[in-house]
């Protein structure tokens, strides 16, 4: 076990570096930057900057200057808003993890839910509809759905606030900002469900009708058990054994925000702030998330394997 | 219906709705099973003895499968006549059963003892900490040594042999009347195969249940059957005592069965093997479904169904051979 | 198989493979019959095929389809003359949608088809000869999976504009992005399933019989994955069709004055037609939905008659 997870972590490390060479080659080629971008600066004035910079050295002497930064923890500054990278992400991080947190806790409740009923009646009317409505959740672009939501709820029947954190010019405090945040929070909340919950309940569903099929479910049955307790204590555990190598593909989402739909929702998070920063063309804010993002993504890959194989006790190594 | 029967089938009938057509996989099936006999249904896959069995538990998958007829008599209840829950109290309890695959019988996730204790706890009303108890005991009664140990083990930890002596343990916890035993050794070694028969037949004689054992092999009829009913696509073709039926085998399916089987010290050219294959169980019109592998076939086999007739003092045979009807037809 | 007694029992011990029905029809003509049954699945393609003849034909029905900008027409809500009202420049939105949708679904046929055959070419490739080759391919296809795929379909998408592409020639650009974005995943899986179909015995057969390689991949491997890739690519063209709308919405894909479903969403981020000419944005909107959904229900019917194993 410990020599495969070694091999793992170091092939992580490999894939990484390889990766963070992409991204920053991705964004440095690209022409025009925050300073060239600028009109407000005269020429001489942002050559001067390009040298404070950095920006005039070869591609290769540039990566290497920010690698050697990002290991001593240091990601960049960022041009547009004069803040180092690190502090800005801490700064939004928590409003992304705040959405992401409660829409996937929704998300799995939903999904096992409705595909454990829907996989023990399969092929019943309530099925079917279950289905349809899935397929649906997973055929909406994000970025429309949205806008019709806020079209339909905020606009015009003000239900719910259009967008944002907090009301404009709000400075409550307690348990009134506690009550605002959670007002806000409803319309992506529920768009950031309805977008996950169809794929993740057709697994769970697939999962469950593949348990039910299984010969120990029949025994269950043979020995007189209650159907719940056949449902519940040997069949769903065994669908959700499965699942619980989706809990590290989680982690980009948890952490990583919500370009779109932070975006479409104006909520102050990390992906609102990535996709400010992408039309002001502040690139190491840019390449910063996109590495974070990266950075987890490799993690969850390793913590979903290892939890694969501690979770099912007949997986051995 | 009689009383000494333990297992009472009349008439069952147990269908299988698929894309292309009805499956009656069951047809008109009737058989008895006495207090303290072993009962040994035969036939081929697809012969319908399995979906019999499931059709007494109860199991038969809806809505694709359904037993559309007959009934099934149990100490004096018709099963198909009590409600779900009803039939659940009995499962597992008075009527217990185990299966052919032991390896994938078994829950993965739960341990071995866990899987013991829950017939206990659910039947016989046991606390957790008794149902523990008596579950380790019933470890040992299968001859498993460390029963502790193995108690608090996973099924992949053991063998095929010793999870399909946890579950006859399971099977026997509640004391069934009767246990029905699906093919239970024909996914074992030969010597372990021996083994679990032997325990069977032990556990029988002690606690006086009857068995119901489902089984292709010849060998394990001959050494467990007090009684032998054979079944071909669905129907019951034979049936008799053992001895009887092994010595005057009436069917020509029987007698093909027992041709095939190989003789020791007694070296063949070629095995003998029944020509054709199972006819498909779509296709099927009224006739003796044996027909067109049959060296005696006449045309009655091809337009008319044989009923099942008493031909010996304890044997009965569905054939035209052994009809007199047929000579004035 | 042996009994307790050391005997075999010939006749019952092989159970005869039981002939469900006698094969009269291909295997294809079987599977169309069942996936015929599958009413969902039929309602799908057939709207995923109304989605096809209305964007392609439809326009040469249509009596607005010169652009002409139209003054006294402007910002009409939908009535009878404008089914689907008119825009600020008083072209007519219906028209308008029909002709985005050309644009939308030939960007997703032909990511699709892009992604496809670069995806399952590599996984063949990969799965096949293992090794070496199969090493550098899945790196390659791990390294690209490792990055978001919405910040690299962004940073691709700005360098077209930095680049000035010209507007007419971004659709095929876009169309090579979203290949890039797609093709990792396709060949993992398909490599995936190319290894498990040479551990298969039908694959261990033609090593006994000493069949030659190319003969092998051929006749024996290909054949095995079509009902895979057909799956796959049906359910593939619904997301790069997703993807198309949202590079396309943000203004980093396909870019006016082409029409794409996309970029007609775009009206929503001018205050005024989001509030008050709603019908600017949500048909565009709801015909990527529909589509995406139609196709998605028709993949999965596919998925349902081909592929029963594979799973979700």
């Known amino acids: 076990m410990s020599t495969y997870i070694t091999k793992r972590i170091l092939y992580m490390i490999v894939i990484l570096f390889a990766a963070s060479f992409l991204i920053f080659c991705l964004y440095a080629l690209t022409p025009g930057d925050f300073i060239t971008g600028n009109i407000k600066l005269t020429p001489e004035r942002k050559a001067e900057l390009r040298e404070i910079y950095g920006l005039n050295k070869p591609v290769i002497e540039r990566y290497a200057i920010w690698m050697k930064n990002a290991f001593h923890g240091d990601f960049g500054y960022s041009l547009s808003q004069q803040k180092p990278v690190l502090s800005l992400f801490n700064q939004y991080i928590w409003n992304s993890f705040l959405l992401a947190v409660v829409s996937t806790f929704l998300t799995w409740l939903i999904a096992v839910v409705v595909g454990v009923v829907a996989a023990y009646k399969q092929y019943s009317w309530f099925d079917t509809i279950v289905m349809v409505a899935l397929f649906a959740a997973m055929s909406i672009p994000s970025f429309f759905i949205g806008l019709f939501l806020i079209k339909m709820l905020a606009v015009d029947w003000k239900w719910l606030p259009p967008g944002g954190m907090l009301t404009t010019g709000s400075n409550s405090t307690g348990l009134a900002y506690v009550r605002e945040v959670i007002h806000h929070m409803m319309l992506p909340v529920m768009v950031m469900t309805l977008l996950g919950v169809g794929s993740l309940t057709r697994y769970f569903r697939s999962n469950m009708i593949d348990v039910i099929k299984q010969d120990y479910i029949r025994t269950a049955r043979a020995k007189g058990l209650k159907e719940r307790k056949v449902l519940f204590t040997h069949a769903l555990r065994n669908a959700l054994l499965p699942a619980i190598t989706l809990v590290g593909f989680e982690l980009p989402a948890l952490f990583g925000g919500s370009l779109i739909i932070e975006k479409i929702f104006n909520w102050p998070g990390i992906g609102q702030l990535y996709m400010q920063s992408f039309s002001l063309r502040d690139y190491p804010l840019l390449m910063g998330f996109t590495l974070f993002i990266a950075i987890l993504t490799v993690i969850g890959t390793l913590v979903s394997d290892i939890l694969y194989h501690v979770a099912d006790p007949r997986v051995r190594l | 219906m009689n009383m000494d029967n333990v297992l009472d089938i009349e008439h069952l009938s147990t269908h299988f709705k698929t894309e292309d057509g009805i499956v009656r996989a069951v047809d008109d099936v009737s058989l008895q099973v006495r207090q303290g006999e072993i009962v040994c249904i035969v036939g081929e896959s697809g012969s319908g003895k399995s979906i019999t069995a499931m059709s007494v538990m109860g199991l038969i998958e809806a809505p694709a499968g359904q037993v559309v007829g007959g009934s099934i008599g149990f100490q004096g209840e018709d099963l198909l006549q009590l409600s779900r829950n009803e039939l659940r109290t009995i499962r597992g309890n008075e009527i217990a059963m185990i299966f052919q695959e032991p390896m994938t019988s078994l829950n993965p996730v739960l341990r071995i003892g866990e899987q013991l204790m829950e017939p206990l706890m659910e039947h016989l009303k046991m606390s957790k900490k008794a149902a523990r108890k008596r579950a380790i005991e019933l470890i040992g009664e299968v001859g498993i040594s460390r029963a502790e140990q193995i108690a608090d083990s996973y099924p992949h930890e053991l063998s095929g042999g010793m999870l399909q002596r946890i579950m006859i343990a399971i099977a026997i916890s509640c004391g069934p009347k009767l246990l029905i035993a699906d093919e239970p050794t024909t996914a074992l070694d030969v010597t372990i195969q021996a083994q679990i028969l032997d325990m069977l037949r032990r556990f029988k004689e002690e606690s006086g249940m009857s068995i119901l054992l489902i089984t292709h092999d010849l060998g394990v009829v001959a050494e467990m059957a007090d009684y032998v009913v054979v079944m071909y696509a669905g129907k019951v073709v034979e049936e008799g005592e053992v001895v009887a039926l092994f010595e005057n085998p009436q069917h020509p399916y029987t007698q093909g069965l027992l041709r095939s089987k190989p003789i020791i010290n007694q070296r063949q050219e070629e095995l003998y093997s029944i020509p054709g294959q199972v006819p498909n169980p779509l296709e099927l019109v009224p006739s003796c479904y044996f027909h067109d592998r049959c060296a005696h076939c006449m045309d009655i086999c091809r337009t008319t169904e044989p009923a099942l007739k008493e031909t010996g003092s304890q044997q009965k045979v569905a054939c035209w051979l052994y009809e007199e009807a047929i000579a004035h037809v | ?97 029909l002709q985005a949708g050309r644009i939308s679904l030939t960007v997703g046929l032909a990511s699709m088809v892009l992604s496809v055959f670069v995806g399952s070419l590599l996984g063949v490739i990969a799965g096949y000869y293992r090794g070496i080759v199969d090493q550098v391919i899945m790196r390659l296809a791990d390294l690209l999976l490792t990055i978001p795929s919405l910040p690299l379909l962004f940073i691709l998408g700005a360098l077209l504009s930095e680049w000035k592409v010209p507007t007419d020639y971004r659709m095929y650009i876009v169309m090579l992005m979203l290949s890039i974005v797609g093709w990792p995943g396709l060949a993992r ?48 063209i619904g997301g790069a069709i997703l993807y198309e709308s949202v590079l396309s919405y943000f203004g980093l894909g396909v870019m006016a004055p082409t029409p794409t479903w996309g970029n007609m969403i775009d009206a929503a981020n001018n205050m005024i037609d989001f509030q008050d000419h709603p019908w600017l944005w949500i048909p565009p909107g709801f015909s990527i939905f529909a589509t995406v959904i139609a196709i998605n229900i028709f993949g999965d019917g596919l998925r349902d008659v081909l592929d029963p194993k594979q799973k979700r």
């Open chain 3, 1 to 97: 198989m042996s009994t307790i007694h050391g005997e075999t029992t010939a006749a019952l011990s092989s159970p005869t493979p039981q002939p469900v029905k006698p094969v009269y029809t291909s295997l294809w003509r079987q599977s169309l019959r069942r996936l015929l049954k599958n009413k969902l699945a039929v309602f799908g393609f057939v709207v995923v095929a109304f989605m096809f003849a209305a964007c392609f034909l439809g326009p040469l029905f249509s009596p607005y389809t010169d652009n002409k900008i139209n003054m006294a027409f402007m910002n009409k809500a939908p009535g009878l003359k404008h089914w689907l009202g008119t825009d600020a420049l008083g072209r007519d939105v219906l028209t308008r949608v």
């Open chain 3, 189 to 236: 899986m398909v490599r995936g399933q190319m290894l498990s179909l040479r551990e298969r015995e039908y694959m261990q057969a033609t090593v006994v019989l000493g069949l030659r390689d190319r003969r092998k991949l051929f006749n024996h491997l290909l054949p095995n994955l079509v009902p895979l890739l057909i799956v796959i690519a049906t359910l593939n």
